[in-house]
């Protein structure tokens, strides 16, 4: 990997006053031949990605704000070091930390085939939040498809527990018509009930709320929408699949209305697949997404 070369042709610098109107965070614009993405230095987090001659991969909210600090709502959030709210302590942050924090942008690359890659590390000091110390880099792959390779080091010199999705907002066109493919025969923890356990027979469909861990998950998810989206991971073990519904959406500021124009179908290991890490010890894993 290279260090990066501000001078790209296949990159530039922005920021979210300059592309939508709202300003506050510093974004990369990312145009090659295959694709156009959108990345926002907080976080890490891809807003947009479009491959050339299809349809927008990615929901982006029309409401969400972009101040430092605030989760973007839409593209894909990565959460870590724990997934949903803090188990230990309900008062801390939901999903994390790393997602509302700046990374660096520690390089990027083109390959052969045209694909962007744009690396970014994240380092926690280990603190009152989260008490390790970590390391985290985030390989973004633009190409024909939005691919993720994640690599998580413990720097703490004891073991911890670490739980994380890459939070995927799919655009959709009416979520009411949504199935998603490969979990049929899975089973999973309810969060609308409280997290009972229960196994899923056929599609995931979205007929209101839907907040379901999915534990043991298979590899390949498909999401049947007008341009279907395909999900292929490797070591990711859970996948949870979210929307709110009309109801719920009225109560959240950057949802609302909105709320059938996105699918989340998130990959990671959280809950039973959460990741156990020695001291000095790197786990890693990856998720490619086309449409
Ligand atoms: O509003 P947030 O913190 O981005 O979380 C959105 C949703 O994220 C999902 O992953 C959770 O399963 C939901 O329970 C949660 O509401």
New binding site residues.
């Given amino acids: 990997m290279a260090a990066l070369d501000q001078t790209s042709h296949y990159l530039t610098r922005t920021n979210s006053g300059t592309l939508y109107d709202k300003p506050g965070l510093d974004l990369l614009v990312v145009e090659t031949g295959l694709c156009r993405a959108v990345i926002s230095l907080q976080g890490a987090q891809v807003l947009e990605f479009t491959a050339r001659g299809r349809a927008p991969l990615l929901w982006l909210s029309p409401t969400t704000v972009f101040a430092p600090g605030n989760?973007v709502?839409g593209g894909v959030?990565l959460?870590l070091p724990w997934?949903?709210e803090n188990r230990s302590d309900p008062g801390k942050p939901?999903?994390g930390l790393v997602r509302n924090q700046l990374w660096e942008l520690a390089g990027s690359e083109e390959r052969a085939d045209g694909t962007v890659v744009i690396e970014f590390c994240f380092r926690h000091p280990g603190d009152a939040l989260f008490a390790a110390s970590f390391d985290c880099v985030l390989k973004i792959g633009l190409g024909k498809d939005l691919s993720f390779g994640l690599s998580l080091t413990n720097t703490a010199d004891v073991p911890a527990e670490y739980s994380w999705?890459l939070?995927s907002y799919f655009a959709v066109a009416d979520i009411g018509e949504v199935e998603v493919e490969g979990l049929s025969g899975v089973s999973y923890l309810d969060?609308t009930r409280g997290f009972a356990r229960d196994t899923l027979s056929g599609v995931q469909a979205f007929s209101g709320e839907v907040?379901r861990?999915f534990e043991q998950a298979p590899a390949r998810q498909k999401i049947l929408t007008p341009n279907p989206i395909s999900a292929e991971s490797e070591n990711c073990h859970t996948v949870?699949t979210?929307n709110?519904g009309a109801d719920l959406a009225a109560t959240?500021d950057d949802i609302g209305a909105a709320f059938a124009g996105f699918v989340?179908v998130?990959h990671g290991n959280a809950f039973a697949n959460s990741w156990q890490l020695q001291a000095g010890e790197t786990a890693s894993a990856s998720l490619t997404l086309s449409r």
């Fill in positions: 989760a709502r959030p959460c997934f949903g939901k999903h999705a939070h969060k907040d861990v949870i979210w709110p959240i989340c998130e």
